[in-house]
């Protein structure tokens, strides 16, 4: 009772006080019809809220999303299944799904008098201009009598994660430097003398493939130890993207940084397409997602747009550079950076260092808060070109697919991961095997 009478209406709430002023009136008046026009505006709510607060349903909820992984500006459909397992029917149901105002607008139903086994099934399509993963739900439901004199409140628990990627657009092909990195039975390797064992096994390395591990050598020895002529020659590429605050301006959908996450994320779609497997770094480290032996297949980029669908700005002032692979190379290292100061110099230098021949894409981050100078370099740019990188500067008004055949054109010779040779550059020249 002191649940429903708390779900009163205003217009519960208004036969109530009308009631009450109907008695008094009657009563200070001498007027016995009066009286029971009062009485019964003060019943009708009150005997309402002691049946609508009584009533028991229970509903169950199947939510499911189709699909759960969408690019920025695409719909992805919900679809809500409800069914009433309660034996006693309800009034009016009014059902209200919580989706985050970047959705679009919450989705609300009206049901009336459901019983025992009712089932219905509703669906609604939510879309987002802006990456990031979503929560969609609980669940509100709220039961209401046929006056509207009182209304209920509960809602589920319930709720399913959206994740929407940053936009991506279709690159070129273009040369790129590459060592390949791995081992395997696929290329020419010389062994050295000694028993077959020694030759086919070796020390597990960071981002080898956990499912090539040797597990009879790793007991004997008390070390990991994988097989070498098992695992496949793969090409390795390392993708950073600087994440810093103090590294980009703008706010929103507007910002630098988000120009810098959707030009990162068609580069890996793009490196993936061409064989590479491809990391995640940003100014604070590797990403625990994208580490290389941790995807099934060099061509699911799925892992990768779903940690760049959820980067965040990093409030550290220096890169992280403890990712950087120790006495050896990263492979191909392409990095999305934003404004750079001479305190980066020493950090860049390093990652030039053990990249093969890095290439940059250098947003000129002032651009994306007033009007620059288009015919001037872009500082960033400049300082990466001193350093040894192949960069290029990039303004809002420029085109990722341009930007990324000028790399080319500046890169020079290619090691495609399905071919053991250069591959020819623009325009086409012959290139013999040594």
């Keep these: 009772m002191r649940e429903g009478l708390a779900g009163l209406t205003a217009r519960g709430r208004a036969f109530v006080a ?6 008094v009136c009657a009563i200070l008046l001498g007027q016995d019809a009066l009286t029971r026009v009062g009485v019964l505006l003060v019943a009708l709510p009150l005997v309402t809220a002691y049946l609508v607060g009584r009533s028991r349903y229970r509903l169950a909820l199947v939510r499911t999303i189709s699909p759960q992984l969408v690019t ?3 719909p992805a459909q919900v679809q809500l299944e409800i069914t009433n397992e309660g034996r006693t029917p309800t009034g009016v149901l009014l059902l209200e799904d919580h989706v985050p105002y970047v959705l679009g607008t919450r989705p609300r139903f009206t049901v009336e008098g459901i019983g025992h086994g009712w089932h219905r099934t509703v669906a609604y399509q939510v879309r987002s201009d802006l990456r990031g993963r979503f929560e969609i739900g609980p669940m509100t439901v709220r039961v209401a009598d046929p ?10 628990t319930t709720t399913v994660p959206l994740t929407v990627t940053p936009r991506t657009v279709a690159l070129p092909t273009i040369p790129l430097t590459g060592a390949w990195t791995g081992s395997g039975d696929n290329r020419p390797r010389a062994f050295a003398t000694g028993s077959a064992e020694d030759v086919t096994v070796r020390e597990y390395r960071r981002g080898d493939d956990l499912r090539r ?3 009879r050598s790793s007991a004997r020895t008390g070390e990991l130890m994988v097989r ?12 950073f993207l600087d994440n810093r605050l103090e590294a980009h301006r703008g706010h929103g959908a507007a910002s630098s940084l988000e120009t810098a996450v959707s030009a990162a994320a068609s580069i ?6 061409r064989g590479f497997q491809v990391r995640l770094v940003t100014a604070d480290g590797e990403d625990p997602n994208t580490l290389w032996h941790d995807r099934a297949s060099s061509a699911n980029t799925a892992p990768l747009l779903e940690a760049l669908a959820v980067v965040t700005v990093a409030k550290r002032r220096t890169i992280d550079t403890d990712w950087l692979a120790e006495g050896g190379h ?4 392409v990095a999305i950076l934003g404004d750079l100061g001479n305190t980066d110099r020493p950090v860049l230098a390093r990652i030039q260092h053990h990249g093969t021949t890095p290439l940059a894409v250098a947003l000129d981050v002032d651009a994306w ?15 990466l070109t001193s350093l040894g990188w192949r960069a290029v500067g990039a303004r809002p008004t420029d085109r990722l697919p341009a930007l990324w055949q000028e790399l080319g054109r500046r890169a020079g010779g290619i090691t495609d991961p399905r071919s053991e040779h250069p591959v020819a550059l623009v325009p086409p020249q012959v290139v013999h095997p040594s």
């Design 369 to 383: 808060i007033g009007p620059v100078d288009v015919d001037a370099d872009v500082p960033a740019a400049t300082m």
């Design 228 to 239: 070498r002529e098992e695992q496949p020659w793969q090409s390795r590429a390392t993708l």
């Design 213 to 215: 591990v040797h597990w």
């Design 330 to 333: 990263t492979g191909l290292l």
């Design 268 to 273: 890996a779609v793009h490196l993936t397409q």
């Design 147 to 156: 006056f509207g004199l009182v209304e209920l409140g509960r809602s589920f």
């Design 72 to 74: 920025a500006g695409q």
């Design 18 to 23: 009308a009631g009450t002023t109907a008695v």
